[in-house]
């Protein structure tokens, strides 16, 4: 349901979460037409183009991802903790507000109430620098630790972060009440993925609002007060030691607490972000319904500058205790070497601003829930015949693309709808009902999806039936339908998946033995970009993996490097993201090769061979390619031995593989691979063949 303004503020407040922002955090929060004012408008293609203090007029004139916002005081490069940005606090709150986006969800009577996201977002002009934490013993002392930050490492300008509360509203049909709008889940932002909770365990506020902690300069979101362990921050270089001292962690951290680490200093003035407290000056500003915010969010380009200069500065603050100057410069060392020879994970190091939330993911980072909350339109029809739900299946198999499908009617009974099936990108299929003397096929390539399903029942006996099914694609084309009639609009009933999903699953009910007929019906949707399966080559022997989670909750990174292992045989298959990640499936026989993808390129497309070893299906031989801009391919890695018939993984030209998914345990037994749009692929170096692509 569509709801009012004021139904919006209610349910915005029920849940407006309270923020605590860690006290030795300089890099704080921030309105959006204040930072404004502390900002240059520039033009990524254009280097004489440049607005001092721009306002929402010009944001909305120069709106084009081309265009970024610079601060107009370049952010301190070395120790920022000491060098305040965002709105000062007062009365222990930041005056910065939350700025809310609600996204009603299609509603079903099967048994699923309406859900409701509610997006918070908040903005802060600079990520500071990445904590780290050291683990050390000097001869005698005992183990030491260490958090302090990292300057100017992952420092970036503009920095925007959110929090999303999924709802189910139980308001009696036809009416709205807000003690029946239920919390359901809570959404984190950590870096670039996510962290959910059910809402009953997440720690509330005395009048039941979700209580939420910012860690210290990364601002990511946690649910407790805690230091959390990210990245070894040396992943290849062995820790050892020095003198009479030995170091033996060394890890990126998030730091939600000071727990008694932190070792630089700061005033430790309490912080925290709470609209709905009256003296905190802070305020809920509706991105549907205030003036200015209409305005900014319709800025596609960046809210910091497009990069800053995060190479390695020697900076690292002073540890405090006596005799340990020796670990210090050890440390130091290590991280210098780490930022020269390329061993620090890229994600630390990289300084790129983000866009704003309506160009985030799906609109408002919707992307966040494609992956677990299929939306569910309203049950049409009756419950006669077998129960039919596809959307368990799609769920273990992790939602494949809908390729095309069927659509069955009968000549003799008017063209009445019989039955329908769905394709999916993985070669399975879902079928309801059953077949007929007159059959409507379509095929749906890469980028084309259902976006509406039309359909109209009857009365059969004392049961309602399905008599007339229709799909259209997002092209606005009518693809399919069981008669060339359409039901008159008096009769029809639509069901249009949100803006950006498609149509991927049903449930319901209907009959294919005695006789064939659809009895209801409700569909499913998920967002249209996502990774989907393509089909697997090889065998049923070893364990499942599917890299599918890692790219859901790391925002789709880009792959970055791979390494074969092979001889007669594929072994194993190393995948790093540019993240600084790397997922390896496969056992350690065989011989490594490495290919980089080169920056600007993308992998576009497999070969593959299987043989028999053991009278078991293995995958014999592979091949890896990667697409440039001008849509030229390039074999970057091969390994095995050819055997047979090869099986080609294809992408489109506006696709790319994202990751893996199949069997495997000493070898690689069967090899599927995750496919979606290039532009879902998170920000970094496969952005240039974007912008040419465009």
């Given at each position: 349901?569509?709801?009012?303004?004021?139904?919006?503020?209610?349910?915005?407040?029920?849940?407006?979460?309270?923020?605590?922002?860690?006290?030795?955090?300089?890099?704080?929060?921030?309105?959006?037409?204040?930072?404004?004012?502390?900002?240059?408008?520039?033009?990524?293609?254009?280097?004489?183009?440049?607005?001092?203090?721009?306002?929402?007029?010009?944001?909305?004139?120069?709106?084009?991802?081309?265009?970024y916002?610079?601060?107009?005081?370049?952010?301190?490069?070395?120790?920022?903790?000491?060098s305040p940005?965002?709105?000062?606090?007062?009365?222990g709150?930041?005056?910065?507000?939350?700025?809310?986006?609600?996204?009603?969800?299609?509603?079903?009577?099967a048994?699923?109430?309406?859900?409701?996201?509610?997006?918070?977002?908040?903005?802060?002009?600079?990520?500071?620098?990445?904590?780290?934490?050291?683990?050390?013993?000097?001869?005698?002392?005992?183990?030491?630790?260490?958090?302090?930050?990292?300057?100017?490492?992952?420092?970036?300008?503009?920095?925007?972060?959110?929090?999303?509360?999924?709802?189910?509203?139980?308001?009696?049909?036809?009416?709205?009440?807000?003690?029946?709008?239920?919390?359901?889940?809570?959404w984190?932002?950590?870096?670039?993925?996510?962290?959910?909770?059910?809402?009953?365990?997440?720690?509330?506020?005395?009048?039941?609002?979700?209580?939420?902690?910012?860690?210290?300069?990364?601002?990511?979101?946690?649910?407790?007060?805690?230091?959390?362990?990210?990245d070894?921050?040396?992943?290849?270089v062995?820790?050892?030691g020095?003198?009479?001292?030995?170091?033996?962690?060394?890890?990126?951290?998030?730091?939600?607490?000071?727990?008694?680490?932190?070792?630089?200093?700061?005033k430790?003035e309490?912080?925290?972000l709470?609209?709905?407290?009256?003296?905190?000056?802070?305020?809920?500003?509706?991105?549907d319904?205030?003036?200015?915010?209409?305005?900014?969010?319709?800025?596609?380009?960046?809210?910091?500058?497009?990069s800053?200069?995060n190479?390695?500065?020697?900076?690292?603050?002073?540890l405090?205790?006596n005799?340990?100057?020796?670990i210090?410069?050890?440390?130091?060392?290590?991280?210098?070497?780490?930022?020269?020879?390329?061993?620090i994970p890229?994600?630390?190091?990289?300084?790129?601003?983000?866009?704003?939330?309506?160009?985030?993911?799906?609109?408002?980072?919707?992307?966040?829930?494609?992956?677990?909350?299929?939306?569910?339109?309203?049950?049409?029809?009756?419950?006669?015949?077998?129960?039919t739900?596809?959307?368990?299946?799609?769920?273990?198999?992790?939602?494949?693309?809908?390729?095309?499908?069927?659509?069955?009617?009968?000549?003799?009974?008017?063209?009445?709808?019989t039955?329908?099936?769905?394709?999916?990108?993985?070669?399975?299929?879902?079928?309801?009902?059953?077949?007929?003397?007159?059959?409507?096929?379509?095929?749906l390539?890469?980028g084309?999806?259902?976006?509406?399903?039309?359909?109209?029942?009857?009365?059969?006996?004392?049961?309602?039936?399905?008599?007339?099914?229709?799909?259209?694609?997002?092209?606005?084309?009518?693809?399919?339908a069981?008669?060339?009639?359409?039901?008159?609009?008096?009769?029809?009933i639509?069901?249009?998946?949100?803006?950006?999903?498609?149509?991927?699953?049903?449930?319901?009910?209907?009959?294919?033995?005695?006789?064939?007929?659809?009895?209801?019906i409700?569909?499913?949707?998920?967002?249209?970009?996502?990774?989907?399966?393509?089909?697997e080559y090889?065998?049923?022997?070893?364990?499942?993996?599917?890299?599918?989670?890692?790219?859901?909750?790391?925002?789709?990174p880009r792959?970055?490097?791979l390494?074969?292992?092979?001889?007669?045989?594929?072994?194993?298959?190393s995948?790093?993201?540019?993240t600084?990640?790397?997922?390896?499936?496969?056992?350690?026989?065989?011989?490594?090769?490495?290919?980089?993808?080169?920056?600007?390129?993308?992998?576009?497309?497999?070969?593959?061979?299987?043989?028999?070893?053991?009278?078991?299906?293995?995958?014999?031989?592979?091949?890896?390619?990667?697409?440039?801009?001008?849509?030229?391919?390039?074999?970057?890695?091969?390994?095995?031995?050819?055997?047979?018939?090869?099986?080609?993984?294809?992408?489109?030209?506006?696709?790319?593989?994202?990751?893996?998914y199949?069997?495997?345990?000493?070898?690689?037994?069967?090899?599927?691979?995750l496919?979606?749009?290039?532009?879902?692929?998170a920000?970094?170096?496969?952005?240039?063949?974007?912008?040419?692509?465009?």
């Open positions: 349901m569509a709801y009012t303004q004021a139904q919006t503020q209610q349910i915005a407040e029920k849940f407006a979460p309270l923020l605590i922002l860690h006290p030795k955090d300089m890099n704080r929060p921030m309105a959006v037409t204040e930072y404004l004012q502390t900002v240059a408008l520039k033009d990524n293609n254009n280097s004489a183009f440049s607005i001092d203090k721009p306002t929402l007029d010009n944001l909305v004139q120069y709106k084009a991802s081309n265009y916002l610079e601060q107009l005081t370049e952010p301190a490069s070395g120790n920022d903790s000491k940005t965002g709105s000062q606090i007062v009365n709150y930041s005056p910065a507000p939350l700025y809310v986006k609600i996204q009603p969800l299609p509603n079903s009577e048994g699923y109430p309406p859900l409701i996201r509610i997006v918070y977002a908040v903005f802060y002009p600079l990520n500071g620098a990445q904590m780290a934490r050291a683990t050390f013993s000097v001869l005698g002392a005992g183990a030491r630790h260490r958090s302090f930050p990292l300057p100017p490492f992952a420092r970036h300008e503009g920095d925007w972060e959110h929090i999303t509360i999924v709802a189910t509203d139980l308001s009696p049909s036809g009416g709205f009440d807000i003690s029946k709008v239920e919390g359901r889940s809570v984190a932002s950590q870096h670039s993925g996510f962290a959910d909770i059910d809402f009953e365990a997440v720690q509330k506020t005395d009048d039941g609002r979700p209580i939420l902690y910012s860690a210290l300069n990364s601002h990511a979101h946690y649910f407790q007060a805690a230091t959390t362990s990210l070894n921050l040396i992943s290849y062995p820790l050892s020095v003198g009479d001292a030995a170091v033996t962690y060394l890890k990126a951290v998030d730091a939600t607490d000071e727990n008694g680490l932190i070792v630089y200093t700061g430790d309490p912080a925290s709470d609209p709905l407290n009256k003296d905190s000056g802070s305020s809920l500003i509706y991105a319904y205030d003036a200015d915010a209409k305005q900014w969010t319709q800025f596609a380009g960046k809210w910091g500058k497009w800053l200069d190479d390695y500065q020697a900076d690292l603050p002073d405090p205790y005799g340990e100057g020796s210090e410069e050890f440390i130091r060392g290590l991280l210098m070497a780490g930022a020269i020879f390329g061993f890229k994600k630390l190091i990289q300084g790129g601003a983000p866009t704003g939330p309506a160009m985030q993911k799906g609109g408002w980072w919707l992307n966040e829930l494609a992956f677990n909350y299929p939306y569910h339109s309203t049950y049409v029809g009756g419950k006669l015949g077998i129960e739900d596809a959307l368990t299946g799609l769920q273990g198999r992790e939602f494949p693309r809908v390729t095309g499908g069927t659509i069955y009617s009968s000549k003799e009974e008017s063209d009445q709808l039955g329908f099936r769905l394709n999916y990108s993985d070669g399975s299929s879902y079928a309801m009902g059953g077949v007929g003397d007159s059959v409507s096929a379509f095929s390539p890469p084309s999806y259902i976006a509406k399903a039309i359909f109209s029942t009857v009365t059969s006996g004392k049961d309602e039936i399905i008599n007339f099914l229709g799909f259209y694609d997002n092209g606005g084309m009518l693809i399919a069981s008669s060339a009639t359409l039901p008159s609009e008096k009769d029809m639509e069901v249009v998946a949100p803006d950006g999903m498609g149509i991927v699953a049903f449930t319901g009910y209907g009959m294919s033995m005695f006789e064939d007929f659809v009895s209801g409700a569909f499913y949707s998920l967002p249209a970009e996502r990774p989907y399966h393509s089909l090889g065998g049923p022997h070893g364990s499942g993996f599917s890299q599918y989670e890692f790219l859901a909750d790391n925002d789709v792959i970055t490097a390494t074969l292992r092979s001889g007669e045989r594929v072994d194993a298959l995948v790093e993201f540019e600084g990640e790397v997922l390896t499936q496969g056992g350690d026989g065989g011989s490594p090769q490495t290919a980089q993808i080169p920056e600007g390129q993308v992998l576009a497309k497999i070969e593959l061979t299987t043989t028999k070893y053991h009278r078991h299906t293995r995958i014999s031989s592979a091949a890896f390619y990667t697409r440039d801009p001008s849509g030229k391919l390039t074999k970057i890695l091969s390994g095995g031995h050819q055997n047979g018939t090869v099986y080609t993984i294809a992408t489109a030209t506006s696709e790319a593989i994202m990751g893996f199949g069997r495997s345990g000493d070898e690689i037994d069967k090899l599927g691979a496919i979606g749009p290039v532009d879902l692929i920000e970094g170096a496969a952005k240039p063949l974007l912008k040419k692509a465009s």
